[in-house]
């Protein structure tokens, strides 16, 4: 059973262009939370995802950041017009239900760094 | 606002020694979860809490919780090199939704 795989795994961007980050959970598994962190610190979470359905968005940014996991696909984590500030250590997690108390498995996560 | 606490932030030991990590936390939640990263790694599961006065061991480390106080430890028994890592507590606000404390940095020497 592969794990939670993203990618791609380091991304280079110039300020003003597009990120899209992708997440592809373990088998089985229909939640999907996204994370960032910045260099030397913790992990801030931005939004937390079902098929389809944003369940929580409380910790993503209101503007230029998006996220979707669609019925068919990965989930994907877009951000508009990156700056210098987004750069850092995204992680994607996901898990097999919402109830129950099943710990979150993480992705390697893809480095972002915006030029 | 929810508020996860660790302390401390930055811990360096000696080999052999022992030392507790504490996690607080602001809200109502029973579980709790204790996660580990390298430099420049992914978080790996270390223990999944569920109910209060839930206590699990594994090697030199053992997560304890107790959810009237609003806090969970992570216990060190005689550290070794290979313990060098982050460790993060993350707390359960609902159904899954977990919030992570900022992480302490241990740091064995031998």
């Known amino acids: 059973n592969a794990g939670v795989m993203q990618n791609p795994r380091h991304l280079v961007r110039r300020r003003g262009q597009e990120a899209r980050l992708r997440c592809s959970p373990m088998?089985?598994?229909?939640?999907v939370y996204w994370y960032r962190q910045l260099p030397e610190e913790g992990l801030k979470f931005m939004v937390y995802l079902q098929k389809e359905n944003i369940i929580d968005e409380s910790g993503m940014p209101k503007e230029r950041f998006s996220a979707e996991f669609p019925k068919e696909g990965p989930s994907i984590l877009r951000i508009q017009q990156v700056v210098r500030g987004d750069s850092a250590a995204y992680f994607c997690?996901?898990?097999?239900?919402?109830?129950?108390?099943?710990?979150?498995?993480f992705g390697p996560g893809t480095r972002l760094t915006v030029t | 606002e929810l508020k996860v606490e660790q302390n401390p932030l930055f811990l360096s030991m000696q080999e052999g020694k022992n030392y507790t990590i504490y996690c607080n936390y602001s809200?109502?939640?029973?579980?709790l979860y204790w996660y580990r990263q390298d430099p420049g790694k992914s978080l790996e599961s270390l223990f999944v809490?569920?109910?209060?006065?839930a206590v699990k061991q594994e090697g030199r480390l053992m997560a304890s919780l107790d959810t009237k106080a609003r806090l969970s430890t992570l216990h060190i028994t005689a550290a070794v090199h290979d313990l060098s890592a982050t460790y993060f507590c993350?707390?359960?606000?609902?159904?899954?939704?977990?919030?992570f404390g900022a992480g302490t940095r241990l740091t064995v020497k031998p």
């Open positions: 993350a707390v359960d606000i609902r159904n899954n939704d977990m919030r």
């Open positions: 088998k089985g598994h229909s939640h």
């Open positions: 809490l569920l109910s209060n006065g």
């Open positions: 997690a996901s898990s097999p239900l919402s109830v129950g108390g099943y710990e979150q498995y």
């Open positions: 809200t109502t939640s029973d579980r």
